[in-house]
Structures are given as structure tokens and as C-alpha cells.
């Protein structure tokens, strides 16, 4: 099955550039040409581009690290948090605060702040303080919610990082370069892919491009995540005790057995189930059959 196919490509609009004036000369080679003084870009070399970032966000994923999605322009803010969710991943779709990456000790602490306010509603804290106090505790935990909702979970630095419009995002991918993360882009004929490990050539503006896009990816690490299940269930299967185990669960029970009538009423006592061992009667069998 295909990652992604032409037809989908062209019916998302990713084809479409920018402004010829508003090109960077370092996107020349993914530019297939120029049409009403808009750039065209080369769909072929962004097929094989998402088929690239596809197989290395399923091997990440597969190894155990995660995916964080980062877009934070108002047409991919829905697109990035649906799919991120949508596949278990951590997302920035808000404001990309300076320090996420780089000084990601400081942002723990604003988490367990989150987790610590969202608690305090649910457990009744909230209760015995003024309307002025919980009316600011509300407000902080709706901004933090808003900017760090989406990495609220996340223990460590992502494995890798995919992200809408590098040069919105250029603070995150400097980061990410910094620690050495693995970056995934959308590159439109404006962005510079020099520094990007994974660059996708596409448009970064159009809400169906974004989405196409942001849905591969999501995908690529649901396959992964169906690829570890699969080896776990190969893995129980070559246990021993693991196959007892379910065949135990899915045995038949005593009491589940089904018993031949007509020989119990023809008085023989050593009646067997069709389970192959001898059957008990049933409390009060003889209530049951008085009318036949």
C-alpha cells in the first residue's frame, strides 16, 4: 500500500509555491517550474521525500522513542493537535515557548505546576478558597494548559520532531539542532531545507496540504505502534506458559458442559458431556424436565 499518491498530492494543492520573488535559491532543486509567476514544486521529489520521513518516523517509534508535532500557525493548529492525539504523541500548537528543547528541566517543572492546578480542581481545594484566588489559579492553568497541554506527558526529549513552516518554527528547529534531534519539515520555496534532516518540499499554507501531511505522519506511527503489538503477541507465543495461560481463559468450564437428557432420563448415570468426561447433574434437574 502506498504512502501517498499523486492524485492526493495534486487534489491538497501541495504543488503550489510561493511568489516567484519571495523564493529562496536554495529550494531551486525541489522547483519544477514557474507557472502565472508562481513556483511549481517537483511532486516527485516530494513523494519520495514523505516515503523517506515515513520509514524514519515508523523506525523511531518502533525503537521506543517518540514523535513531538510542532505547528503553531493558525491553519495547522487543528490539523497538528487531531493527529497528534489521534496517534499518542506529544504536540506544540500554540506558542513555542524559548527553552522547550534546550532547558527542558524548566519546563518540567511548569508541568507538575499544570498537573498540581488540575488536581487542586478536582479534589476540592478550590472549595475553600475566594472567588478571587480560584478566579487566578483558573486563568494560570488555562494559559498553561494552552501552550504546554499538548507535552503535558512527555518525561523526556522526543526522538524526533516534525514540523509545519520552518521559519514560523525556526526557534524550535534551532533547538532541535542544538540537541541533536532529528528534524521532519514541510519546506514551502520560501524555507531554506539546508540544516533539516527530512525535508518534505510542499506547500505549508494551504489547511489540506498541512493536514495530508501531518495524517502521514500520524500514520507512519500507528503502523509502528501496530508492528511492536504484533511481536509481543509472536513473543507470547513461543512461551510455553503464556499459551497455557490463554487456553486456560478460553477452556471450557464444568459447568459450561452440555449433558445428553435422554440418557440421564434412561436412568444412565455414567452419562458423558460431549467434553469426554462424566457429567453432574444439574440442581434440581428433575423440576426442570417434570412437564416432558
Given amino acids: 500500500m502506498a504512502v501517498v499518491t499523486m492524485k492526493s498530492l495534486l487534489e491538497s494543492g501541495v504543488h503550489f509555491g510561493h511568489q516567484v520573488k519571495r523564493w529562496d535559491p536554495r529550494m531551486k532543486k525541489y522547483i519544477f517550474a514557474e507557472r502565472n509567476g508562481i513556483h511549481i514544486i517537483d511532486l516527485q521529489k516530494t513523494i519520495q521525500a514523505i516515503k523517506d520521513a515515513y520509514d524514519v518516523v515508523r523506525k523511531t517509534v518502533a525503537g521506543g522513542k517518540t514523535v513531538m508535532f510542532v505547528g503553531t500557525k493558525k491553519q495547522a493548529q487543528q490539523a497538528i493537535q487531531k493527529e497528534a492525539e489521534r496517534c499518542g504523541m506529544y504536540y506544540v500548537n500554540n506558542r513555542w515557548l524559548g527553552g522547550m528543547l534546550t532547558n527542558f528541566v524548566t519546563i518540567k517543572k511548569?508541568?507538575?505546576?499544570?498537573?498540581?492546578?488540575?488536581?487542586?480542581?478536582?479534589?476540592?481545594?478550590?472549595?475553600?478558597?475566594?472567588?478571587?484566588?480560584?478566579?487566578?489559579?483558573?486563568?494560570?492553568?488555562?494559559?498553561?494548559?494552552?501552550?504546554?497541554?499538548?507535552?503535558?506527558?512527555?518525561?523526556?526529549?522526543?526522538?524526533?520532531?516534525?514540523?509545519?513552516?520552518?521559519?514560523?518554527?525556526?526557534?524550535?528547529?534551532?533547538?532541535?539542532?542544538?540537541?541533536?534531534?532529528?528534524?521532519?519539515?514541510?519546506?514551502?520555496?520560501?524555507?531554506?531545507?539546508?540544516?533539516?534532516?527530512?525535508?518534505?518540499?510542499?506547500?505549508?499554507?494551504?489547511?489540506?496540504?498541512?493536514?495530508?501531511?501531518?495524517?502521514?505522519?500520524?500514520?507512519?506511527?500507528?503502523?509502528?505502534?501496530?508492528?511492536?503489538?504484533?511481536?509481543?503477541?509472536?513473543?507470547?507465543?513461543?512461551?510455553?506458559?503464556?499459551?497455557?495461560?490463554?487456553l486456560t481463559d478460553v477452556s471450557i468450564k464444568e459447568e459450561d458442559r452440555e449433558i445428553d437428557i435422554p440418557a440421564y432420563c434412561a436412568g444412565d448415570e455414567a452419562a458423558e458431556t460431549k467434553g469426554d468426561e462424566k457429567a453432574e447433574l444439574p440442581v434440581h434437574a428433575d423440576k426442570v424436565y417434570a412437564g416432558e
Avoid: H, W
Fill in 110 to 246: 511548569s508541568l507538575l505546576r499544570l498537573k498540581k492546578l488540575e488536581k487542586m480542581e478536582v479534589d476540592g481545594t478550590f472549595e475553600n478558597l475566594t472567588k478571587k484566588e480560584i478566579a487566578n489559579l483558573a486563568k494560570e492553568r488555562s494559559k498553561l494548559q494552552k501552550n504546554l497541554g499538548g507535552i503535558k506527558e512527555m518525561k523526556e526529549l522526543p526522538g524526533i520532531l516534525f514540523v509545519i513552516d520552518t521559519r514560523k518554527e525556526a526557534i524550535a528547529v534551532a533547538e532541535a539542532q542544538r540537541q541533536g534531534i532529528p528534524i521532519i519539515a514541510v519546506v514551502d520555496t520560501n524555507c531554506n531545507p539546508e540544516g533539516i534532516n527530512y525535508p518534505i518540499p510542499g506547500n505549508d499554507d494551504a489547511i489540506r496540504a498541512i493536514t495530508l501531511f501531518t495524517q502521514i505522519i500520524a500514520n507512519a506511527v500507528v503502523e509502528a505502534d501496530n508492528e511492536v503489538g504484533l511481536k509481543i503477541i509472536e513473543t507470547l507465543g513461543d512461551d510455553d506458559e503464556g499459551i497455557e495461560a490463554i
